[in-house]
Every structure is written in C-alpha cells, then in structure tokens.
C-alpha cells in the first residue's frame, strides 16, 4: 500500500511544477528553483503530482500546460520570463488561458519591486485555464521563494473556488 496525507475538512491541490530553461533541460545546471517549490509546498494542502524541466520552447509548453490541465488544481512555472530571446514562458500561458488573473501577478511585482527596480522587467503572468490556475513564478529560486511564500494566503482560497470546493467568496 501507498502512503497517504492525513488531511481533515481540507481539499489537497494537485500541482504541476515546469521549470523552463535550456541549460537545465540539457543536464547542465542544476534545477534548484523547481526544487525550491516542491519543498515549499511540502505541506498537508499541495501535492505535487508532475515536475519538469523543459527547454525554453514554446510549442512544447503549451503542449504540456494544455495536457496538465487535465490533472492538475495549480500549475508553477519557474524561468523563462524575462526579456530574453529565448523567454517564452508568458507567451505560452497567456496562449492557453482561459481567463486572466492579473492580480497575482501584479501583486508579485509589486513585491518585487520593493527589493529591485529590475521587477518591472519581469513578465510573468497568472492565467486560469478550465478549473486550473497556472502562475508563472521568476527564474531565480529567491524570486521563487518570495512570490511563493507572498501567495500562499491567497492560494487556497482562489484554487477552492475555482475547483468548486467552495463555492462561497
């Protein structure tokens, strides 16, 4: 027999997490913000059923955000959100959205801001697509750290409503 999550009166969230990098997807360096969230989530609200890493390519994303979808309350990206060439990660989301969540991601640069002036380059996005909210977090595993622990209050109420756990709010 498997091992199970005690969990009372609480709905566990199944997550996703994609890390996009080019380097990474190739074995040479080491994916320590992926890491980062699942260790993060470790806890009796989040499971992570799926991670990881791809190139920055924006076909193979979509595919995969689409596919995830199906299994998946929450979706975490991490990379692929700045002004290089080869970031492509918001393009992806916002192609397979359903409908946006501007908050969250407004709400992570702002945060962001208040540490550098170099947030306002950042150009991640927050999408639902069916009863999945798909967010995608910056590259770096403090970037991670930050935004992540900045919407863990918020997280259980959004994927509640949104999976029809609770339909009041």
Same mark, same amino acid.
């Given at each position: *027999? ?20 080019? &380097? ?9 913000? =992926?890491? $980062?969230? /699942?260790?993060?989530?470790? #806890?009796? &609200?989040? !499971? ?34 700045? $002004? ?18 501007? =908050?969250?991601? !407004?709400?992570?640069?702002?945060? #962001? @801001?208040? /540490?550098?002036?170099?947030? *306002? ?8 697509? /069916?009863?999945? $909210? ?8 403090? =970037? ?6 900045? @919407?863990?209050?918020? $997280? ?11 339909? !009041?709010?």
């Amino acid at each position: *027999m498997g091992t199970s999550k005690k969990v009372t009166n609480l709905k566990l969230y199944k997550v996703g997490i994609v890390t996009l990098s080019d &380097k990474g997807s190739q074995g040479l360096r080491q994916d320590e913000s =992926g890491a $980062l969230i /699942k260790e993060l989530l470790s #806890s009796e &609200k989040y !499971e992570v059923v799926s991670q990881t890493i791809l190139p920055d390519e924006e076909i193979q994303l979509k595919e995969l955000l689409i596919d995830w979808c199906s299994s998946c309350d929450l979706i975490l990206t991490t990379g692929g959100t700045g $002004l290089g060439v080869r970031d492509i990660t918001p393009e992806a989301t916002l192609a397979v959205a359903e409908k946006m969540v501007p =908050g969250i991601s !407004e709400g992570m640069r702002m945060l #962001s @801001l208040q /540490k550098t002036p170099f947030a *306002m380059l950042g150009r991640g996005v927050a999408v639902v697509r /069916k009863q999945t $909210l798909i967010i995608n977090l910056p590259g770096s595993p403090r =970037g991670v750290k930050e935004n992540l622990e900045f @919407l863990f209050p918020i $997280l259980p109420h959004a994927l509640d409503i949104l999976t029809d756990w609770k339909t !009041e709010h």
